[in-house]
């Protein structure tokens, strides 16, 4: 699998859903959602999904990109100065894994790694 394609299927479902929500429902800044989006895209992909996904599979794999995703956001919110930041992190997390899932089992299917 290439990594470059791997990272923009990624990126092509992350960052959509970090611009929608945190942008249009919780008015975070553009500028701030995309450098979160970024930051879970890169640490996402190298940890969850090259060292965690082959060997403990989609579902865990899954619950540990939520509770991941939830605290990224919440502590990048926190630190820029945002006040609210739980429910905006957790609506975002969700979707975040929501997507990650059918990501993971796109990711499976076109490199042998796992079983989603």
């Known amino acids: 699998m290439n990594p470059g394609k791997a990272i923009g299927n990624k990126a092509m479902i992350l960052l959509p859903v970090m611009w929608i929500l945190l ?3 919780f008015n975070v800044s553009f500028t701030d959602s995309s450098v979160i989006g970024l930051i879970l895209l890169i ?3 190298f ?3 090259l060292l965690l996904l082959p060997k403990i599979g ?3 794999s899954t619950m540990g990109d939520f509770f991941f995703s939830f605290i990224i956001i919440w502590a990048f919110l926190k630190i820029l100065g945002y006040n609210e930041a739980f429910v905006p992190s957790l609506i975002t997390s969700l979707a975040v894994a929501a997507g990650e899932w059918f990501y993971h089992k796109w990711l499976v299917k076109h490199r042998i ?3 989603a």
């Open 58 to 60: 989609n579902a865990v």
């Open 43 to 45: 640490l996402g992909y």
């Open 113 to 115: 790694s796992s079983e």
């Open 47 to 49: 940890t969850g999904d």
């Open 23 to 25: 942008i249009f429902i």
